[in-house]
């Protein structure tokens, strides 16, 4: 066989290994591969790599200088010299003198304190030549990606980025690069646009024979299709849940008891409801480890299949909405034999590429940097799966290289959608992800989405109604957000923009109502005079420049009369201590002046007057489309029918901000806490609002959502809170907003198989001082050498994060250790995490949203480190809720789920081991049944710790428990 290849060999290098000459050949038109003799141990193996790999490996390197910066030192790189260790003063110098290569150029320059570093940066080059590919933004992942030679330390970075540099080029000459189509008409733009790799590649990439279709009439158009009739009733029973289940996990998977009951229980959510109003609910205690995804999808699967139905997956974190991406392909195919997709991934219009945006953007609505943007995501929306811009397949680093919000106003995020009235209607991702979900067996969507859609969904036949809310603990905290209502001027000038239109001369499309909607002001007169009337009145809103105006004390209108109040008053009443450490202040909305109340009324008489001529437009929107006249065609029909939802959700955001200030100044509301706020950060005001939650917001939840629905399950690993008497399963229910409709779900648990008191050791340091923040950040530094990397660090406060890796990032790169943070280098944190999980030698600080967003399975995570016990913020809303959800026992339950969640972290799959450890003197010894039963728990020093870390977790040697110890309460909040 070999020989009849040799045929065609085109070319000869080296195996990396051996210098034995390695063989390439032509092999096809699509691909071409190379066989290699590679010196694997004594065997020679035949590899076949894509054709990208094979060129990069034999690259020129780019010859321009380099520059490469972390936190061990610099070193620079001559076109074509040698690389030399630098000063910072030097490699910003020679940055400014000559283009430089370097790799994302916004965390170099923050490495060089020097913000305004620019260079010819390899990821844009990178977004460009594979767009819609990924790549970890570090030089270890670049060169993966390129199947270069891994450098081995900083000091080879700078050749590997050359290499990589002219791999990329020389991909560009190939008549095999997947990506040539609409790069040639895309670098024309870029060259007057003086990106600086224009000119470089402009003599590496050919102009096509044929003029290229540009982006807007390249994608396909969606196909409109009849609504899916309502779901059959039917019952899945136990044998057929077993059946699916073993054919999705596959031939000789091992079998598991814990997941296979869990499958049947979650089965009973799908039968047919007896009474209205009254669904089945599950609520589903799932361990790590017992295969959960595959446990729901297999009755999931069933169902769909044998009812002709949609079941909604929905998740909290992007990561899971990825993975079940992934695991969902076991039980359906990528497509139907009619070409439609029976999985889809549905998130909110804000994170998907809006096309008409993108088009003002190319068209002259961006300038500079972020014009570059554009083109490159232009070239990337050619290639996307579905347009999802936020952890979809854009690459996380690309707007992080450049302008703040530029891929934030390319989508969708104002609700300025024009529906049909848009160029781009039919071929738009949000329309095309909307539609394909009304035909899928299986929609992955998050809590939020499913939330808004059950609430405000355009089309009642695509309301959810079987529903899995996976990481079903973080529902709560979803429903808060979405039942909540917010009077800012962020809020209010938004609502001005929507109906006015852009004060100042804008070059992008946002116009106001009146002309989106002129068609029917010039048919329908009351139509008309209700626009007019709205246009008006809502100059009562607040404008440009609204903040600087309060600053100066000189507000404009009532509304921002009264936000003048609310600012005044959190200064006059906060006692957080916020106002010095720079934070957020805020006071509760009780006890308020006249003066102030007096303002409130004003405020919502003129919401007032704006509403009702917006309900008037409404009426009259309704009465033109039954009217149907002769202009109004189908799309004009859409395109009112859009404007009347849109219309619709405003009116009752309006309705909301009105009754919040109609009860200023009355009795307090039971149900609600109401409060005022100036948001701030490092001590500089953003917003101001007054803010209304609900006491428990799974209220609205349990009327809006489980109500109307047939069957919802919620299930997560830390669903129940595990106090000293086990699982509390009655807290549980109450957070499920079950009683609120009188229903009793069912309740089901299934252990983790995981050994955790093997494997798992919880290691809870005393003799770092609350407060010694020289002494939390050596902690640290010594327990990341420890563990040599591989540590994930989990903080309450963001300054005490960024003091901490202020302190001791230097040191740490110096010894091979790589430290990243959240809120402190450039980055966004998905692709922090992916980072983090491409080096085992990493080490990543973070808050929140890493304690239970990250999934990085194996030897990258290898400790936990919390930097104290995660006590809940005392704001005024959690203070409302301590008091009604029992006092401290509420915070308990926080504080347990917080440990549960983070300790989840570390052992995600049955080979994984490592520490969780707590710097925290006084760690109560009541919260420690967070923690998986059986798991050793050991109060040390600093020095033992560090000891225990460095050898790692060992199954023999059995640590001693130590679970009662006294703990001096006084220290603890509350
Ligand atoms: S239909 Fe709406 S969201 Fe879609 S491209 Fe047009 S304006 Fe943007």
Redesign the pocket.
Known sequence: MLSVMAGAFARYTHCCKCEDPTLSFNHAAWWRFYVRKHHFGCTVSLLVVPYSFYRSEVAEPLPLPALHASHAGNWLRDANGATRGSSKGEAIMAAADTPVLLLNAPLVASRLGYPDLSGLDLLELFAFVFPARFCVPTPKGIAEALNLELPENDDAVPAMLQLAAGAMIEICESADWEYREGAWSALQSLVRMRWPWAQLLAPHIRKPERAEKWLFSKLPEWEEAADRPQPAQVEIDDTAIETQLDHLTGEGAERRDGQRSYAKSVGGIFAPRNRQALPHVLLAQAGTGIGKTLGYLAPASLWASASQGTVWVSTFTKNLQRQLREESRRAWPEKRQDGTRPVVVRKGRENYL????LEDAMQGGFGGRAAILAQLVARWAAYSRDGDMIGGDLPGWLGTLFRKRAIASLT?QRGE???AG?P??RK?F??RSARASAQADLVIANHALVMINAARGRDHAQRPSRIVFDEGHHVFQAADSTFAATLSGKEAIELRRWIIGPERKSKGRRRGLAARLADVASYDEAGGQAIEAALQAAHALPSDGWLQRLNDNEPYGPVESLLAAVRALTYARDESGGQEAGYGIETEAAQLPGNFVELAGQAEAALAAIRHPLVKLGVQLEAVVETAPDWLDTQGRARIEGARHSLSWRIDLIAAWESLLNRLGGPSDPDFIDWLAVDRSDAREFDIAINRRWLDPMRPFAKVVLEPAHGVMLTSATLTDRGAEGDDWESAITASGTPHIEVQPKLSAADSPFDYANRAEVLIVTDIKKGDLPALAGGYARLIEAAGGGVLGLFTAIRRMRAVYGRIADRLAREGLPLFAQHVDPIDTGTLVDIFRDDPRASLLGTDALRDGVDVPGESLRCVVMEAVPWPKPSILHRARRAAGGGSKYDDRIIRARLAQAFGRLIRNKEDKGHFVVLSAAFPSRLLSAFPKGTPVIRLTLEEALQRVAEGVSSEAKPPFNEAVDIDEDSIPF
């Open positions: 809006c096309l008409l945006n969708d959608c024009v529906y848009c781009h209607y738009c949000i329309e």
